[in-house]
T-cell receptor, first 109, second 116 residues
Framework: RKEVEQDPGPFNVPEGATVAFNCTYS??????FFWYRQDCRKEPKLLMS???SGNEDGRFTAQLNRASQYISLLIRDSKLSDSATYLC??????????FGGGTRVLVKP | DAGITQSPRHKVTETGTPVTLRCHQT?????MYWYRQDPGHGLRLIHY???????DKGEVSDGYSVSRSKTEDFLLTLESATSSQTSVYFC???????????????FGQGTRLTVV
């Protein structure tokens, strides 16, 4: 089993709609959680850190469920520019940082 | 943008030759990571470093070695390149040595390596 798993998608989303997807992790001792965005042929860029109480940044909301060992990302009012691959990352003890395979999101007019 | 520079940005090399990729940071971050990214596999950790001369293996370390002789440089070496090592390689850094800031990682622009 992979340490961090994501649904590869693609999630085809109408412009203006809401989309949500999860990322599961296997190491219960994981300490920090992140969502990254990656555009085609570019480096991943931090979208947001995920805090225990959940957090929101504009149209993006991240949640952490430690009991079920997953994090989630919700995008409201999707824009065409939100089309990208979204990577979750989990940091365990020793600062080993592991990524999921990414979820591809395609926002269509 | 975080001060991370990868070099070279593109390289074509022949099977069996040694190759060294360099990651240079100006952020004085403690942790440095090397990943490879291939279609269908996402980002896979090759090696990472938690300080000068302190390194550890990731999930796909076979065929790769690393060195970190100073805080700002993390080198990835393919001792004898194979076609299966054709990939895009990303370096990342996290956590200031001073302890300020968060724990998130920032990435270099990547090195596209082709082994023919």
């Amino acid at each position: 089993r992979k340490e961090v798993e994501q649904d590869p998608g693609p999630f085809n989303v109408p412009e203006g709609a809401t989309v949500a997807f999860n990322c599961t992790y296997s190491n219960s001792a994981s300490q920090s959680f992140f969502w990254y965005r990656q555009d085609c042929r570019k480096e991943p860029k931090l979208l947001m850190s995920v805090y225990s109480s959940g957090n929101e940044d504009g149209r993006f909301t991240a949640q952490l469920n430690r009991a079920s060992q997953y994090i989630s990302l919700l995008i409201r009012d999707s824009k065409l520019s939100d089309s990208a691959t979204y990577l979750c990352a989990v940091k365990a003890a020793g600062n080993k940082l592991t990524f999921g395979g990414g979820t591809r999101v395609l926002v269509k007019p | 943008d975080a001060g991370i520079t990868q070099s070279p940005r593109h390289k074509v090399t022949e099977t069996g030759t040694p190759v060294t990729l360099r990651c240079h940071q100006t952020e004085n971050h403690r942790y440095m990571y090397w990943y490879r990214q291939d279609p269908g596999h996402g980002l896979r950790l090759i090696h990472y470093s938690y300080g000068v001369k302190d390194t550890d293996k990731g999930e796909v370390s076979d065929g790769y070695s690393v060195s970190r002789s100073k805080t700002e440089d993390f080198l990835l070496t393919l001792e004898s390149a194979t076609s299966s090592q054709t990939s895009v390689y990303f370096c990342a850094i996290s956590e200031s040595v001073s302890g300020t800031g968060g724990t998130e990682a920032f990435f270099g622009q990547g090195t596209r390596l082709t082994v023919v």
